[in-house]
């Protein structure tokens, strides 16, 4: 023991290196079984729920404490040591430091967990991938100033600074604040979700992406859209999902040598045809002009149904059945023609 006591590293004894290091180790062991019996209540808790969520949940405070754990170890550890004034002036400093970066990390990982595992299963609830990155950013922010300001620095003066500065960095960069301000009003205003089936002027597409900058459509070809909020909020949406019911509009054209008994018969074969379509409700069917080479007919129902996918088959389905009752009626499509008349008499 008198061993121990006399044999110095670094101004510490080997008896106090060894008492650093069992302090060390049953404080972290110590803590750690308590950390394992909560999470073990938690996992049993979720058993009955196998919430994603909670699960989730547990596996970020096992991965962030476990630093946390040995970095209070280390402080409490610490007194049996003699360390020198420099570094024991700013040990406790470091310390703290080290305790809000994992405190910011397990910050973040919450919302994420939060937002993708909670939130998107609300329907009523939406926050876009831009809010989460916004919402991380501020938590970096305020943990990177917590630390200045256990350092030592005058946060007060470092705003201030930061303040001037973005002053000018606002003039240098108008558009990405247009861009942000716009992507406020999507996400609030909500013109459109992600997931979406929209269309922007000519282009037609699933909302892939909502940036703070820019968002991502996937067009119906293939290829990824991507476009500034400003334009895009400039531009006209139309969006498909909000679509409870499509309209569809047909002028159907018979040819001029159909009888008028079958004209007469016409309407009623299309009524009969819409009517009993699933999805389809008949509105009206009317003969309603002489075009230059066929008599047209006026068509006009409603799909309630809002997927394009499914609206289109049920279209193709009432043409289809059209065709097959105009041929057992005998009657004919009419297309562009013309009739000649030659005059053979000479003179």
Known sequence: MQYLKDTVFWNNSLLQYIIFAI????SFT??????????KILLKVNTKFQNLFVTNLIKSIKKRTRPIIFIISLAISRFSLHLPKELSGYWGKIVIVFIIIFLIMFVCDFISNFTENYLSKKR????????????????????????????????????????????????AAQSIIADLFNYFVIVFDKPFLKGD??????????????????????????????????????SRIQNYRVLE?????????????????????????????????????????????????????????????SDYVQYVTIVEDVNYRIIDEFNKLGVGFAFP?????????EN
Not at 245 to 251: F, G, P, Q
């Open 197 to 234: 089936y929209i269309q922007i002027d000519q282009d037609l597409g699933t909302v892939e992406y909502i940036g703070v900058k820019s968002t991502r459509i996937r067009r119906n070809t293939g290829e990824q859209l991507l476009i500034s909020n400003t334009n895009l909020l400039a």
């Open 337 to 345: 023609s013309r009739t000649l008349y030659i005059n053979n008499n």
């Open 124 to 171: 009523e609830v939406v926050i876009s991938d831009g809010i989460i990155t916004i919402l991380k950013a501020l938590v970096w922010i305020i943990g990177f100033l917590t630390i200045l300001s256990n350092l030592g620095v005058n946060v007060n003066t470092f705003i201030t600074g930061l303040g001037i500065g973005g002053v000018a960095v606002a003039f």
């Open 30 to 39: 110590v803590m750690n079984v308590i950390l394992l019996i909560l999470l």
């Open 23 to 26: 302090v060390l180790t049953v």
């Open 245 to 305: 019911r499509r309209r569809k509009y047909m002028l159907i054209g018979v040819e001029y040598s159909t009888p008028l008994e079958k004209l007469k018969v016409i309407p009623d074969i299309i009524k009969q045809i819409i009517e009993s379509t699933d999805y389809a409700d008949f509105y009206s069917a009317r003969f309603i002009e002489f075009a230059d080479s066929s008599l047209n007919f006026e068509v006009i129902y409603y799909v309630n149904i």
